[in-house]
């Protein structure tokens, strides 16, 4: 398994694996193990390789089986959602801190093709992710939809703490934090 930062040519695969697995789009049998909520297009994708360095995949030869995307908050603020935990930062704290666009960055979504789950992919690709941010910042955040226990119980197994729960367009989600110093619970890379 090769875990690496995405280049412009690997995001027919992601975008392939996104649709597989998105809400709106996941198959019914598939949704009870998972499936990621923000939808991102070909130029999202693109800025967030070539602004943030922030597309992380797992590949298994030359197939893209999982994705973890992070940037900062500045990337995420065209969306409502990011745009309503913004503007809730200074209002939290983790590590002893009050969270801020300096001193933290948003994780996620984080995908892995339901053959790799239960598997050392989701905690590696995690590792590989967070070693890619912690030299800009030292917390990482992120949220989970409360009707998502899978991902809940995945992100809480590798060390993610949970700061609060919120409310935002009629959804539950869960708030999370981590200290992008402390090697992930379960990574072997």
């Known amino acids: 398994m090769e875990y690496r930062n995405a280049t412009l040519n690997d995001i027919p695969a992601i975008a392939k694996l996104q649709e597989k697995y998105h809400v709106l789009t996941i198959s019914e049998e598939d949704k009870p193990d998972g499936f990621v909520t923000t939808l991102f297009t070909e130029e999202q994708f693109k800025r967030l390789i070539e602004d943030e360095n922030g597309l992380a995949i797992a ?16 990337y995420w603020s065209e ?3 990011f ?3 913004i503007k809730d930062l200074h209002n939290t704290t983790f590590m002893g801190q009050v969270l801020s666009t300096k001193n933290s960055y948003q ?4 995908c892995v093709h339901k053959d790799y789950r239960s598997s050392d992919v989701f905690p590696n690709l995690f590792e590989f992710s967070r070693t ?11 949220f989970i939809n409360q009707i998502n226990p899978r991902s809940y119980k ?6 993610l703490d949970v700061i609060k729960p919120f409310e935002f367009n009629n959804n539950q989600y869960y708030e999370l934090g981590y200290d992008t110093s402390v090697r992930t619970k379960g990574s072997n890379i």
């Open 59 to 74: 590949c298994d030869g030359e197939k893209v089986v999982g994705y973890a995307m992070a940037a900062s908050w500045e």
């Open 79 to 81: 969306w409502p959602l």
């Open 83 to 85: 745009q309503h935990m």
């Open 107 to 110: 994780y996620g979504p984080i």
């Open 132 to 142: 890619q941010m912690q030299k800009r910042y030292p917390i990482l955040i992120t």
């Open 154 to 159: 995945a992100h809480t197994k590798i060390g």
